[in-house]
C-alpha cells in the first residue's frame, strides 16, 4: 500500500505512455515532460492508449515504486 500523506499530490499523464517503460523511462517522463521532480514523494499515473493499464511510479525515500495494473474488462477513466 502506498502512503498518503496530507501533503501528496496525484499527477496524471493525459497522453498516452508506452506501458513497456519501466523505472528509468517513467522517471524520465517526470522530470522532463512533466517538469517535476520524480524524488517528490509524489504518486505519478500513467495509462495506455486503451486506458486498460496503469501505472504509478512513487518514492517512498528510499527508492523508487512502479505499481502495475491490468483491467481484463473496462477502462479507466
Not at 517538469?35 to 492508449?49: A, I, K, Q, W, Y
Amino acid at each position: 500500500m502506498i502512503p498518503f500523506g496530507p501533503a501528496t499530490r496525484v499527477f496524471v499523464a493525459l497522453e498516452a505512455v508506452d506501458m513497456r517503460k519501466g523505472y528509468d523511462g517513467l522517471y524520465g517522463l517526470v522530470a522532463h515532460h512533466l517538469g517535476e521532480d520524480p524524488r517528490s514523494g509524489h504518486l505519478f499515473v500513467f495509462t495506455n492508449s486503451q486506458r486498460n493499464r496503469l501505472k504509478i511510479l512513487y518514492w517512498d525515500g528510499t527508492g523508487l515504486w512502479v505499481r502495475g495494473k491490468r483491467l481484463e474488462k473496462g477502462r479507466f477513466t
